[in-house]
């Protein structure tokens, strides 16, 4: 069945450092891609999107490329802040089940002053 | 606009006991989810209604768990006898629909159940 694969956590970065997080799915068709963000005592947030083979969804300097050939959905920023630490999902909804999201089992940013 | 609301924010019961958790989603959103979700671990549903028709329930654990969304708009998720192991976060999100860019799904804070 689909599935989802994220690096495992914790990542501890010092403010300003670039940031990935890898990504990579396994699914029949052509999935829509998310990374989601929960932030300490919040919900999800949806982070980004991409729906098709190499969309860029992008938010808050935050950037995925949805790659097929590679099946990743890597998240990448160039300078994280201390407000960025949360923990981050990755995630799927398949083709043939729109509405059914597959998470991974999230990566836990903590960003050092 | 407000989003999703759900209540108790924290429950601690004794195992054996039943549980309830509340949800009330975004105004208009007709599609409703609740998800389990297990310390570190990401999100799985449990169960999404369409106005007030369950239409997927199959990870749903029919034997102690039950929902219902009697008017298509709140929800009750409930647990009789809870057990040990049903310690985690109840998630609740909703959906306008379930198609195109109405399924981006907003989820609620969540319900934090712990069982002794």
């Known amino acids: 069945g689909d599935s989802v694969t994220q690096m495992e956590g914790p990542v501890t970065l010092s403010e300003e450092a670039f940031l990935t997080i890898n990504c990579t799915y396994t699914?029949?068709?052509?999935?829509?891609l998310f990374w989601y963000v929960q932030y300490p005592g919040e919900g999800l947030q949806l982070l980004l999107k991409?729906?098709?083979?190499?969309d860029k969804g992008s938010n808050k300097g935050f950037e995925a490329t949805y790659r097929k050939e590679t099946t990743s959905f890597h998240l990448e920023k160039g300078s994280v802040q201390v407000s960025d630490s949360a923990v981050y999902f990755c995630?799927?909804?398949?083709?043939?089940?729109?509405?059914?999201?597959?998470f991974g089992s999230g990566t836990r940013l903590s960003i050092r002053p | 606009e407000a989003g999703v609301v759900q209540s108790p924010r924290y429950k601690i019961i004794e195992k054996k006991q039943p549980v309830a958790f509340w949800c009330n989603p975004i105004?208009?959103?007709?599609?409703l989810y609740w998800y389990l979700q297990n310390l570190g671990q990401g999100p799985e549903l449990l169960i999404r209604?369409?106005?007030?028709?369950?239409?997927?329930d199959s990870q749903l654990p029919k034997d102690r768990f039950s929902a219902e969304r009697l008017k298509g708009v709140d929800s009750t998720l409930k647990i009789q006898p809870a057990e040990l192991g049903d310690s985690a976060v109840y998630l609740c999100?909703?959906?306008?629909?379930?198609?195109?860019?109405?399924?981006?799904?907003?989820f609620g804070p969540g319900t934090r159940l712990t069982v002794l």
């Open positions: 991409a729906t098709k083979a190499d």
């Open positions: 105004s208009g959103h007709n599609t």
């Open positions: 995630a799927l909804s398949g083709y043939s089940s729109a509405s059914k999201i597959i």
């Open positions: 699914a029949t068709g052509y999935p829509s």
């Open positions: 209604y369409e106005n007030e028709e369950a239409v997927d």
């Open positions: 999100a909703s959906s306008l629909g379930t198609s195109g860019g109405a399924n981006e799904q907003f």
